[in-house]
């Protein structure tokens, strides 16, 4: 069965950039992300720059991987940095309580992972710790990355090895203070966040870029009282002295609860649409949590990052409880690409966003066989590079007319979601059908410019549950789509059932 939807986008009406940003990453001391995932050692028979795998930084790179979030998480409030620094056979050794309990020998600390973002021409966003560290702590790590002088952080920077600062523009104000780092009270937090980002300091022309830990899922409570906590310090109500600039936000999708969290590979169709459903609450956090800081910053001055996001299904079988394996389905790929729908409308509010973890945990882009080594690619991968016309481009409206919807948990659950965004002479629209059966047929009504071509890809597959293994590499991975046609109002796009399409069109 095939019905008929049409989306009506202005492309000569640009809106808010869409950060690249909100296509970042996150690499957790957890299970195999750094250990395995990027990290191998020298050593390793496989191949690598420095200890870090050569293979899985060509893949991020070929993403353009904006930033990437280090070292947690629930391990970066653990983490005291100094520990991670200087010749590896002397670094001590430390319990990673949060992640299987076993033993942490730092051996990828700063210097590596610093080296790491070069590698990946990715921007680091360091998450300090707030949790179990101090003040003092926090601010050495600032001086001991980013000061050019002889100061004693510096010189200690240098005594390892490095001469020049690094740039280092994210900096994070610990992570979920109301659990994992520290079972705060948003008061509590709230005072604790603006003591420690006072001591972040800025060193020669390195600005920090602040951001508070902020709330799970609609706690609005947390973010209100960050966002009032700048209250006193507002000398000039237009230029506020705000010690951090950007709150976070943490959202996870799953199709049960925490203690059943839904089979990453074996799903009904109704838990499919389930996971659509919780996926799709994410736009409606977006606007909750920017309505609560509107309130307090019409001027959409503080930024909402969402650093950790995506899929968190039961470990797979067989795998260490702890380590938060798991596979990566075309049901993943579409949750991924309704997450970027949602970031795109809300381009002036959500300046970041990282999904949850890069490598080997929860929604990976990468999975690595523990044995072989072998490097898969997974469905969820796929949607970040097919969409990465999107990186700083205007975010253009899509009014979509006809889109059936399903009841899912007694909410409606729209089947189609969209967003597209315009940069110079281009255009880049991402569909998604979420729909399990039915195929669509979408009319593109392109007001505003003229088009003069254009090429579309499909992600797809015929098994809801297909996912990428070293014995087969390709299960899900995006083809060229030939199912667009010439339209009186613009285009004509064949959408499959339960596929993600991309249609880049070029502009006069
Ligand atoms: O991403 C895994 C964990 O999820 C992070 O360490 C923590 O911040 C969140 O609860």
Redesign the pocket.
Known sequence: MTTTTTAIIDLDLPGATISRHVYGHFA?H?GRCIYGGFWVGEDSPIPNVRGIRSDVVSALRNLQIPNLRWP????ADDYHWRDGIGPRDQRPRMVNS?WGDVVEDNAFGTHEFMDLCELLDAVPYVSGNVGSGSVQEMSDWVEYLTRADDSPMAALRRANGRDEPWRVPFWGLG??AWG?GGSLRAEQFASLARQYATYSRNHGDNDLYRIAAGASDADLHWTETLMRSFDDLAADPAEPARPFQAVSL?YYTMTGTWSDKGDATEFSTDEWYTAMARAQRMEELLTRHSTVMDRYDPHRKVGLVVD?WGTWWNVATGTNPGF?YQQNTLRDALVASMHFDAFHRHAERVVMANI??TVNV?QAMILTDPDSGALVLTPTYHVFAMNAGHHDASALAVHLRGVETRTVDGSELPLVSASASVKGDSALISLSNLDVDTDRTIVLDLRGRDVVGHEARALTASALDAHNTPEQLDAVAPNAHDGVRPHPRGLELDLPAHSYVTVSLDLQ
Request: net charge negative; hydrophobic share 30%.
């Open positions: 957790e957890l947690g998480g629930c391990f949060h992570n979920e994992c943490h950790e938060l949850a973890q929860l």
